[in-house]
Each structure stands twice: as structure tokens, then as C-alpha cells.
């Protein structure tokens, strides 16, 4: 099944990551990747928003996004998980899910924290693996 691949358990202890868990590094490539993710160096080409779902809805869509996207060959795409500003205790919810859930998938090279103007700490920009023919 699909959303089996994600799990709400990070057990991924070998990537580059910052104190405050916004960027993360698959081992073995290279640090530029991270600034040229951030500068927009990659095009986002397909965006989820997941305002509005709770962690099993979100877990779903997220697995189905990134079949899909991998099917169209996207490489840089954009998750909306929200701030938390509507959640209880205004502490965001789906944030640190959706960084561990993209942390447990080999297709997922890096991501950052989406620019201020993109979303800010409320999204994530994702490096995904090229699709190569078969």
C-alpha cells in the first residue's frame, strides 16, 4: 500500500540536517544542492497543501503526491503543512510529519524551509531524484 512507506517513526539518522530541522541532506551529495535549492534554482513544479487535514489524511496525500509526481518526472516541488496558527496550542502539527515522512523516501534528495514570500516555515521546497527511462 501506498501510504505503508511513510512512517510517523524517523528512524533515518544519516542526513545532513540543521539544529533546527529545516534542511535536510540525502548522505553522499553535495551542500551546494541545499543553497541552490533555496535560491529557486530549480523550478517548483507541482505544489500540496495540506491546511485542513489531520495527520492520516495528510500521510496519504502526501505518499500520493510524490507517486504522482514522480510519474510526470517532476524534480522540485513545494508542501504547504501550515504554521499551526489555526491548531490546537497554535503549535504546528503537521510540520515535523511531513519532514520525517519525506526524510523516509529514497526519491527525496534534499528539501529546505520555502522562502518568506513561498510560504516560509509553513512549506517545504523538495529535490526529488530524477526519473531515469527505463
Not at 533515518?12 to 544542492?33: H, K, N
Not at 535549492?37 to 485542513?52: A, K, P
Not at 503543512?81 to 529514497?106: A, C, I, Y
Request: aromatic content about 4%; hydrophobic content about 40%; some cysteine.
Amino acid at each position: 500500500m501506498l501510504v505503508e512507506s511513510l512512517s510517523d517513526h524517523d528512524a533515518c539518522e544519516d542526513f545532513v540536517e540543521s539544529e533546527d530541522a529545516q534542511v535536510f541532506l540525502r548522505p553522499g551529495l553535495a551542500r551546494g544542492i541545499l543553497r541552490k535549492l533555496r535560491s529557486g534554482h530549480w523550478v517548483v513544479q507541482s505544489e500540496l497543501d495540506l491546511h485542513g487535514l489531520r495527520v492520516d489524511e495528510a500521510r496519504l496525500e502526501v505518499a500520493r503526491f510524490l507517486a504522482e509526481t514522480r510519474k510526470h518526472g517532476e524534480r522540485c516541488v513545494r508542501i504547504i503543512h501550515g504554521k499551526g496558527l489555526r491548531s490546537r496550542n497554535r503549535e504546528p502539527v503537521l510540520k515535523s510529519k511531513v519532514r520525517g515522512w519525506l526524510r523516509q523516501r529514497d526519491e527525496v534528495l534534499a528539501f529546505v524551509e520555502a522562502r518568506p514570500i513561498a510560504g516560509g516555515s509553513g512549506a517545504v521546497v523538495v529535490l526529488l531524484k530524477a526519473v531515469t527511462a527505463r
